[in-house]
T-cell receptor
């Protein structure tokens, strides 16, 4: 039982390049989330999904796209990376958040955009 | 909109001491859940403890306990017999009942000194 895994762990991009971050969970959770963490700003929600085939915008969605083609996977895409997207990205999943189930987090991806 | 405030950016105590981290939140909801997450230097976000707003009894998990004051909208975390491994960022988080998203505080950096 791996929990929530993220690929890659580190990445350096040049401005304008694109990339996809992969999140996978093996807990059969319906809900999945992408956050970014910047110094002094805590975690901010980028996008989330309440089930396979669904996505929704979070607090800071601009510049990102997501897809949830399979229940266990949640992809975060950057079409044209900008230095402002330098951050640590966390994926999380949850069973029934509305009933107080906590979120389980992946180990994070450190992205640097030059 | 709900907000979560952690007024202590940093704290430092000696090993074996007891430490209390503060968290206040603002909501008009009556049904909600509160969480404390730990983020050690490894970056992994770990759920420490959760509290259901409709329960008057404070949650406890081994050395970790909360002081939940619903009327004051306060949710502090007490760590007893602190250990070096407790050194981490601690985030307080709020979720409205039936909702899908967590609202995080800015975090408190806790250092346990030998």
């Amino acid at each position: 039982n791996a929990g929530v895994t993220q690929t890659p762990k580190f990445r350096v991009l040049k401005t304008g390049q694109s990339m996809t971050l992969l999140c996978a969970q093996d807990m059969n959770h319906e809900y999945m989330y992408w956050y970014r963490q910047d110094p002094g700003m805590g975690l901010r929600l980028i996008h989330y999904s309440v089930g396979e085939g669904t996505t929704a915008k979070g607090e800071v969605p601009d510049g990102y796209n997501v897809s949830r083609l399979k229940k266990q996977n949640f992809l975060l895409g950057l079409e044209s990376a900008a230095p402002s997207q330098t951050s640590v990205y966390f994926c999380a999943s949850s069973y029934r958040p509305g009933q107080g189930h906590g979120q389980f987090f992946g180990p994070g991806t450190r992205l640097t955009v030059l | 909109a709900q907000t979560v405030t952690q007024s202590q950016p940093e704290m430092s105590v000696q090993e074996a001491e007891t430490v209390t981290l503060s968290c206040t939140y603002d909501t008009s909801e009556n049904n909600y859940y509160l969480f404390w997450y730990k983020q050690p230097p490894s970056r992994q976000m770990i759920l420490v403890i959760r509290q259901e707003a409709y329960k008057q009894q404070n949650a406890t998990e081994n050395r970790f306990s909360v002081n939940f004051q619903k009327a004051a909208k306060s949710f502090s975390l007490k760590i007893s017999d602190s250990q070096l491994g407790d050194t981490a960022m601690y985030f307080c988080a709020f979720m409205k009942g039936g909702a899908q998203k967590l609202v995080f505080g800015q975090g408190t950096r806790l250092t346990i000194n030998p």
